[in-house]
């Protein structure tokens, strides 16, 4: 089973997502090829579940999605990756990822290459195997990761801005790593990595989780402008605490 099979999206990550893909929808009428979208931040902060949130709002307006996960593309699998981690806490950082591999798969999707090869995590056999995907009819890539704010054929770049110190209570409640005292100091070198990477966005998902433009965001400096609805974006207040996942 894939872990992102037991991802829960709750009602903020929805409400959220549902504005995303609004914008998403408008720029998409603007380019005839697949609109690149990323979602980074650190770990705990929503990435997976605005994804799998986005993706499906963009489903039911029958616009052709695919979810490119930074997680496919770790040099090692989970538990190899996570050993080589306690080893050399050097080791974590963008080179742990094959950030330049991923870029090249969503060139070659927005490229419409027909057959793309690409690697998949067998969680369940801590694994990497290669599978073929079809980049046939697929209107927008949804790539998420922590990292993925930095690679070249992204289109729009969107960031959640919440540290790992915020997101402490739902990463204990999810439950996907131990947490412990090395954990806090992986997330913590994450965090010094990726700080600079929220200048870089075209939208920001602030501590509210409330949607935030850049003001100069290329993205959106073009005509026609957007439509009423997305240059007055609604407040979104997310619950004090994360429900449990059922």
């Known amino acids: 089973m894939n872990s992102r099979e037991k991802i829960t999206a709750f009602e903020h990550h929805r409400r959220v997502a549902d504005q995303i893909a609004e914008i998403i929808i408008t720029l998409l009428s603007r380019q005839e090829e697949p ?3 990323s979602i980074a931040g ?47 806490i050097g080791w974590v950082g963008m080179n742990e990822v094959l950030l330049d591999a991923l870029d090249l798969c969503i060139g070659a ?19 990497i195997i290669e599978e073929a995907i079809s980049s046939e009819g697929i ?8 990292y993925t704010t930095t690679l ?9 801005d919440l540290d790992y110190m915020a997101t402490r209570e739902f990463r204990w409640i999810r439950a996907r790593e131990v947490q412990d005292e090395f954990l806090e100091q992986v997330l913590a070198i994450e965090h010094e990595i990726i700080g600079s990477h929220r200048e870089k966005a075209d939208i920001i998902i602030n501590r509210d ?5 850049h003001a100069r965001s290329p993205v959106f400096r073009v005509e026609p402008p957007m439509t009423p ?6 407040p979104i207040q997310p ?5 449990a996942p059922a």
Do not use: C, W
């Not at 609805?229 to 609604?234: A, R």
């Open 35 to 37: 609109l690149a979208v």
């Open 42 to 88: 650190e770990s705990g902060s929503g990435k997976s579940e605005v994804s799998m949130a986005l993706r499906d709002t963009l489903t039911r307006s029958a616009i052709a999605t695919m979810l490119l996960p930074q997680d496919d593309y770790f040099f090692y699998a989970p538990r190899a990756n996570e050993a080589k981690r306690r080893q050399d």
């Open 109 to 127: 999707i927005k490229a419409r290459q027909p057959h793309i090869i690409k690697p998949r995590v067998v969680y369940a056999e801590d694994r």
């Open 139 to 146: 209107q927008v890539i949804i790539v998420d990761g922590t």
């Open 152 to 160: 070249g054929n992204i289109d729009v770049r969107v960031f959640i």
């Open 209 to 213: 989780f409330k949607l935030e433009i």
């Open 229 to 234: 609805s997305v240059n007055t974006l609604l």
């Open 239 to 243: 619950p004090a605490v994360y429900p």
